[in-house]
C-alpha cells in the first residue's frame, strides 16, 4: 500500500478538477440564436415570437477551453506515471486506471460543451450543459472507487456509495430541469444521497483505515478531506446557479 511521495499531490489535483463545477452561466440575452432552436419545447421561452435563451459569454468559452487543457494534460500525466511507475502492483495500477479513466470522461464532456454540444435548455430558459452532469454521474463513482481502492475497502460498500454518488447527480440533473418546489424536492434527494457518500468516506471507509500504514492513512485522510469539501462547496454553487436559475 506504500504510495510515492508525489502520489497525494497528483491525487489531490486531480479529484480538484474531477468536482469543477461548470462554467457560470454569466446571462447574456440572445434571441433568434440558431443553436437556440435545439430541444424547445416550452413556449415559456418565447417571447414577442422570438425566442430568448441564457448563454454563456466569452470568458464563460474560455474556462471551457482552460479546464479542458488541463484535464487533457491531467489524462497524459498518469498515463505517463502509471507506464513509468517501477511498482507494478494490483493495487497501485487500478488506482491509476481509475482515476486516468475519471479525467478521460471530464475531459470528453468539456470538449462537448467547447464545441457546443451536450446543452439543452432548462426550464427557467438558460443554457444548461446536461453533459456535464452526465459526466458527473460517471466520475463521481469513479472517484469514490478509487478512495475505496486506497482505503482496501470491500466490494459490496464501494458498489453502496457509488450508487449514492451517481443518484445524487441525477437529482441535481432534474432539478436543474424543474421548478419552484419540484426543484427543491429533487435537491433535497440530492442531498441525502451526498450526505450517505460523505459519511460513508468520514466512516466505513476509515475504520478500513485502522490497520494500513500511516503513509496510507495519511494519503487518504488527504484526499478524504479534498473530495467531501468539494462535494459541499458544489452544492453550494448548484444553489446559487441553477438553484437560483
Known amino acids: ?13 486531480a479529484i480538484v478538477l474531477l468536482l469543477l463545477p461548470s462554467p457560470p452561466e454569466f446571462s447574456l440575452l440572445t434571441c433568434g440564436h440558431e ?8 413556449v415559456k421561452c418565447i417571447q414577442n415570437g422570438v425566442f430568448h ?15 479542458f487543457v488541463a484535464f487533457s494534460a491531467a489524462c497524459i500525466l498518469f498515463a505517463l506515471v502509471s507506464s513509468r511507475s517501477e511498482d507494478k502492483r494490483p493495487e497501485k495500477q487500478k488506482f491509476y486506471l481509475v482515476i486516468l479513466l475519471a479525467n478521460v470522461v471530464c475531459a470528453a464532456a468539456y470538449f462537448a460543451m467547447l464545441g457546443g454540444q451536450g446543452w439543452s435548455v ?6 444548461m450543459f446536461s453533459i456535464r452532469y452526465l459526466s458527473w454521474i ?3 463513482p469513479l472517484i469514490v472507487t478509487a478512495l475505496g481502492f486506497v482505503a482496501c475497502v470491500e466490494l459490496f460498500e464501494i458498489l453502496t456509495v457509488c450508487a449514492s454518488s451517481a443518484i445524487s447527480f441525477f437529482c ?29 468516506l468520514f466512516r466505513s471507509y476509515r475504520f478500513s483505515m485502522e490497520l494500513a500504514p500511516a503513509n496510507v492513512t495519511a494519503l487518504y485522510r488527504q484526499l478524504m478531506f479534498l473530495t467531501v469539501g468539494c462535494n459541499v462547496a458544489y ?3 448548484w444553489i446559487l446557479c441553477d438553484g437560483s436559475g
Open 172 to 200: 441535481l440533473y432534474a432539478a436543474a430541469n424543474s421548478l419552484h418546489n419540484v426543484k427543491w424536492v429533487w435537491f433535497l434527494m440530492a442531498l441525502g444521497s451526498a450526505t450517505h457518500v460523505m459519511a460513508s
Open 235 to 237: 452544492l453550494f454553487f
Open 1 to 13: 500500500h506504500r504510495k510515492p511521495q508525489r502520489a497525494p499531490a497528483m491525487a489531490a489535483a
Open 53 to 67: 435563451v441564457h448563454e454563456i459569454s466569452y470568458l464563460g468559452d474560455v474556462l471551457l477551453a482552460f479546464t
Open 35 to 42: 443553436k437556440a432552436a435545439v430541444a424547445v419545447d416550452s
Open 122 to 127: 432548462s426550464a427557467s430558459c438558460r443554457q
Open 138 to 140: 460517471v466520475s463521481g
